[in-house]
Nanobody
Framework: QVQLVESGGGLVQAGGSLRLSCATS???????????MGWFRQAPGKEREFVAA???????HYADSVKGRFTISRDNVKITVYLQMNSLGPEDTAVYYC????????????????????WGQGTQVTVSS
């Protein structure tokens, strides 16, 4: 079974930055690096929403709400995915989830949480105004 473990969440003031990490395990090195990796977030009372995704070839996709502020990247040696979040605002407060998507799903619907196969437990990000 694939395991995803997020870290790096916390409390930060508006305008600040955080870097989230997602460590993966449970499959071979080559298999894990073939997955598209995504970050989603869920605020209280709201649905889980797409934040960013990075394919095995490091093509990236972002939600409009985070473009220019967030950067997703992956380290295929450490088999870890990162989300650098800058210029944070209270609207970014949520539980952030890391997700992995099997390569046979192709490259469409990367922003649909139903198209991801494995999920981490989430890490809380709170931005104070």
């Amino acid at each position: 079974q694939v395991q995803l473990v997020e870290s790096g969440g916390g409390l930060v003031q508006a305008g600040g930055s955080l870097r989230l990490s997602c460590a993966t395990s449970g499959r071979t090195f080559r298999t894990l690096n073939s997955y598209t990796m995504g970050w989603f977030r869920q605020a209280p009372g709201k649905e889980r929403e797409f934040v960013a995704a990075v394919t095995w070839s490091t093509t990236t996709h972002y939600a409009d709400s985070v473009k220019g502020r967030f950067t997703i990247s992956r380290d295929n040696v450490k088999i870890t995915v990162y989300l650098q979040m800058n210029s944070l605002g209270p609207e970014d407060t949520a539980v952030y989830y890391c997700a992995a998507r099997l390569p046979e799903r192709g490259s469409s619907s990367f922003n649909d949480p139903a198209e991801y196969d494995y999920w981490g437990q989430g890490t809380q990000v709170t931005v104070s105004s």
